[in-house]
């Protein structure tokens, strides 16, 4: 075979090799991560969780004058607003990792993290 | 001159092969990298998992399957909760308990899920040296828990109130009749309120429509109330961690962690609903005998075991009880093990878990 048969048949396997390293290592971390919104089980949002300094402010209406605001800024949720009686959405702290969740039980909305680095290795947590 | 020229044909035959031999193993390892691709989610034998929340029973409610009927598991799952909930919430105006509350001195037929737990609370409450009654519901109300919270209305309740109605919570009170499946209580005023057992009640309802669906690995959590079936499907075991009882209180933070196979792991704790006045926490776990929020220094009190209906019982009991009294009380529950925690962030284990168990904030000190 010629060198440039080789240089080819060279790329190939490194193409291949990049290409399976990288579904390995994107695997391995879940994927990228992204913000999942819920509200009675159905999901609302699905948005790339980045590092943008500049904050997304989602607002979820529930119906019935119920909301929720959520703030998703350098690549942190919270929820920053809503008109649940107790609020602890609100008061609850700010989720980052893999698995993480915010939930607002009256009005039935779940903020979930899903990809991305798990934080830890807990399955579950009994309260 | 070309190679061609110089070397004949024989050379350009040679030259035309080679080509066709590198395209086709190109073309070879580009089908290759392409079912790569495709089968590195799948091929490394990792079976999808399904994690859905829902909302019932008063709670969040999620549950995490792997397996092939992951979905339809999940699916009837939740209507299953709901169904539970619907029958034996005591709020709900349509549910069996609402009915027999709303009846007292009548047999009141139920459906045979809302006898079973009935039956099986009046059990636990038989058992608990007084201090665990299902028929509490005039207390619990008395006390506000189940209603509306008015965080900043805080009526602590007069003896005199209390023992207005420690007379109906009685679980002596409560008739069942096994062959017709009726419920009666014998006075008026009496209440029964299942919320100490129904999330026990429906993570092993869960558990066994997983089993039915042949789902091997899998995770239940209802409010809190966790179930654990089989392994992770790596192999590796559950690890379910407790929520710290003095940690800060909007978040997930916890003080151990259990590694768990096929156990359901309940908590009772004096963190979820309460409120201090005057330096005293008044939470929501009522002493029957006592008529006010147990004081038995415990602040946490966790039961790990097979039945989560039992476990949610027993958590309850201890709870109260606390540490002598409920370790000497769990004697007689063979396969069922406790984690307390009392005020002064002392731990105490029982043998059968000290193995599967890691304390992971130091201020805990696991005693000998």
Redesign the interface.
Known sequence: MKKGDWIILLSALVLIGVGLLGAYLLRVSGGAPHVVIEVDRKVIYDIPLTGESKAKIIQVEEGNGQYNRIEIKQGVVRVVEANCPDKICVKWSAIRNNGETIVCLPHRMVIKILGGKQKGSIDSLSS | MNRQTMLGKGTVRMQKS??RF?ET??LF??L??TI??CG??KG?GTPEKIE????AM???N?L?VYGIHGKKAVEQS?VRINEIDQRMNALHTDSDIYKVNAKPGQDVTVHEDTFFVVEKGLYYSSLSHEVFDIAILPLAKLWNINE??N?NQHVIPTSDQIKGVTDKIDYHMVAINKSNQTIQLKKQGMGLDLGAIAKGYAADEVARIFKENEIASG?I?LG???L?IGN?PDGSL??????DPRG?????S?YA?LQIVNKT???S?DY?RFYIQNGIRYHHILDASTGAPSRSGIISA?IITDQSIEADALSTTVFILGVQKGLDYLKQFPGVDALLVTEDKKVYATLGIRKILEITNKEYKLQP
């Not at chain 2, 559950?238 to 929520?243: C, D």
């Open positions: 080679n080509w590198l193993i190109i390892i580009v290759l990298w790569a691709g590195i989610s490394t859905r929340t829902g909302f008063d709670t969040v999620t995490t939740f509306e919270r965080r995770m959590n809190g109330n966790v654990a992770k559950w690890r379910v961690a407790i929520k800060e209180i909007d978040s997930n916890y962690v792991v309940v908590t704790g979820e966790t």
